[in-house]
């Protein structure tokens, strides 16, 4: 397939770019304490700049030394001293053929620090930076928001001598600027409180400020929610006024994206959201406007972010995640080769969850090497051994890929069709990130030289191959039913439920952790089905969750009309249904279907003793090792391979 208008040489201001593929910011956490440029993260903007992509906006920057740094290890542009290390980092993406641009921002009361000061156009606080350390925000004085102004500007000015091609205000996601243009998060009464143009003049005035500090030539964008998406917040129409006047005032690019995050789903919206949420936006903005618009948001498949190119939607497109995922994404899509492509999940997992917000550095569920880049490279094996991977799920795909670059002689057993557990995603629009990793991980195992043998492989088996390794992906059984289920049921597994086979009518899914939320919104999606989710926990996902699941997902079964009994144990199933106890009493809910989605138990560690003891070299990874997300089939898989 060709993506032809994706890469399209583009223009920002006086900045010629090689294609309309840009980098959205992600925070890595890779800058030294004092906000002064790493190895780390040299090595990750060069990475980025060598797969390919046009435009490369840095991480979110701080600008003073006040309260504007809001994270973690995040680099600064606050004193003369962070020059050098930016200027550094600039001529190694420079080198790579690709632009780049630095993005300035101030926290705002989104300082996940938690710390005082946390300055604000208000004392509206978000409760989960209050949680923190129990610090609300100070609404800024009139002499603050002068000093913050001034703070852009010279901000602006430094990156201007650090060689940046443009630079960035980062005036949407809840931001302080933000914090200034929504309702929901402004409640002053002065000359920045109250009408449209009392709340956006803070980010007028910074914009006036950074063009009054470096040339006219130096490009200048403003990204910007289309929306928060709080009822009593920013409206689409002062949006698209706003980009109006921001043209007016010199800027050269509008950036659009939408949501904070109070409201995760929209700003880094997870795999149960549709893709391109922000879109209806910017094409309100696009033709009020003559400079370029960037779309951002969710654009994780070349296909899409061609389509919203070739159709004018949008004048280029920004990548966040998807470029985690697999950092030569523009470089395989420019060469029609989009299976290659390792796709971003959507899943918050590797780089929220387990990254930022345990205070590390970024991560990725399916990229191990993100942040740490050369660090793990895949290196020719020095001597060639016949391995074995039992198991073709996703670990074991990963695994035989890995071998396979390495020069060993794989060969991968596998008695049912490759992709394991994630297999149920395929058709289902609402688990279309999880299938586009399927179609990637047996695509990448089909393209190598790697002996698929449809068979279950025994210890006997494999001590008779004369194998010298093995990897076992067997994964994790389903865990069984610990009440009756009469044999005229009609009783399937979450993991059997495929969109080639929809069920119809009323279906009971036992079981509200992630697996049967996720199972009652596909079957929701199929249309002609009333489902309900039976959980005897409290709450739905009680287990170790994604917490943006947690916070969002049971949103999203509301709006797809699943119902929800919490607190309902099933003491039996049969042919009138399931059998409930709740509240001291016994009822039975009709079912025509009922889906078990229980989870699963260890797996026995018997095939990896008996290969052990055999004295052959044996790695467990992924749901046989404990059962775990794609994160942990993906990780598990990347080191264990590097080892054999």
């Known amino acids: 397939m060709s993506f032809d208008a994706l890469f399209r040489p583009g223009r920002i201001g006086t900045v010629d770019i090689r294609n309309r593929v840009l980098k959205s910011p992600n925070s890595t956490a890779t800058a030294n304490m004092d906000g002064t440029i790493s190895q780390r993260t040299v090595d990750h903007y060069r990475r980025l700049g060598e797969g390919g992509v046009g435009l490369i906006m840095t991480e979110y920057t701080y600008v003073d030394e006040d309260a504007s740094k809001a994270i973690h290890n995040q680099p600064g542009m606050s004193r003369h001293e962070h020059i050098a290390g930016w200027g550094w980092l600039v001529d190694e993406v420079h080198a790579t ?153 010199g800027v050269d690019v509008i950036h659009a994206s939408g949501g904070h995050h109070d409201l995760m789903e929209w700003e880094v919206s997870p795999w149960f959201n549709g893709r391109a949420p922000h879109r209806w936006g910017w094409e309100k903005i696009k033709p009020a406007v003559s400079i370029p618009v960037i779309g951002s948001g969710s654009l994780v498949a070349p296909e899409l972010a061609n389509e919203i190119i070739e ?46 917000d345990k205070g590390r550095s970024v991560g990725c569920t399916v990229n191990p090497s993100v942040a740490e880049e050369g660090t793990f490279p895949i290196l020719p094996t020095h001597v060639v051994k016949r391995v074995a991977v039992v198991g073709g799920g996703p670990a074991g795909l990963r695994s035989a890929a890995i071998l396979s670059d390495r020069g060993h002689r794989v060969r991968l057993f596998e008695s ?39 068979a279950r492989a025994t210890a006997a ?52 952790g992630l697996q049967g939320c996720e199972t009652a919104l596909r079957i929701a999606e199929m249309g002609g089905t009333e489902v309900t989710v039976l959980e005897q926990q409290d709450s739905l996902l009680t287990g170790d969750e994604v917490p943006y699941d947690v916070m969002k997902l049971p949103l999203f079964l509301d709006r797809a009309g699943v119902r929800v009994r ?42 990896a003793d008996e290969l052990r003891a055999a004295g052959i070299d044996v790695h467990v990874i992924g749901s046989a090792q404990r059962p775990g997300r794609v994160y942990d089939a993906i990780h598990t898989a990347f080191f264990a391979s590097r080892l054999v």
Not at 157 to 165: I, M, Q, T, V, W
Not at 313 to 342: C, N, Y
Not at 421 to 431: C, P
Not at 575 to 585: C, L, S, T, Y
């Open 461 to 512: 088996d494999l001590r008779a191959s004369g194998v010298d390794a093995v990897i076992v992906a067997t994964g994790a059984p389903l865990r069984e039913a610990d009440f009756p289920i009469a044999d005229e049921v009609n009783a399937v597994a979450a993991v059997h439920v495929r969109a080639d086979a929809p069920l119809h009518g009323r279906v009971v899914v036992i079981g509200g």
């Open 97 to 249: 053929g690709a632009r780049i641009g630095l993005q300035l921002a101030h926290g705002g009361r989104q300082k996940f620090l938690g710390t005082a000061p946390i300055k604000s156009a208000s004392s509206s606080s978000w409760d989960y930076v209050e949680a923190i350390a129990g610090v609300i925000p100070e609404p800024l004085t009139v002499d603050e928001i002068d000093e913050i102004v001034a703070a852009f500007g010279a901000a602006a000015l430094r990156a201007y001598k650090a060689r940046f091609d443009l630079v960035e205000v980062h005036a949407g996601h809840g931001y302080m600027i933000t914090n200034f243009l929504s309702p929901h998060t402004n409640s002053r009464t002065d000359d920045y409180g109250g009408s449209f143009a009392n709340r956006s003049r803070i980010l007028i005035r910074i914009v006036d400020a950074i063009r009054a500090e470096v040339p006219r030539e130096f490009p200048l964008s403003v990204r910007v929610s289309v929306t928060d998406y709080e009822p009593d917040g920013i409206p689409i129409e002062e949006t698209v006024e706003l980009c109006r006047m921001l043209e007016a005032h």
């Open 416 to 454: 049912d069709e490759l992709g394991g557990m994630l297999l149920h995603a395929r058709g289902s629009t609402v688990k279309q990130d999880i299938a586009a990793l399927v179609d990637h991980l047996v695509y990448e195992v089909e393209h190598r030289d790697v002996e698929v043998v449809r």
């Open 566 to 607: 919490t607190g309902a144990r099933v003491n039996a199933v049969n042919a009138d249904g399931v059998v409930v106890a709740q509240d001291d009493r016994e009822e039975v809910v009709a079912a025509d279907t009922v889906v078990l989605a229980l989870g699963r138990r260890p797996a026995s560690a018997d095939l």
């Open 311 to 356: 159709s004018g939607s949008a004048d280029f497109v920004s990548l966040g995640r998807a470029m985690l995922a697999d950092p030569d994404w523009a470089r395989k899509a420019q060469a029609g080769r989009q299976l290659e492509i390792t796709p971003c999940i959507r899943c918050n997992d590797g780089c929220l969850h387990r990254g930022l």
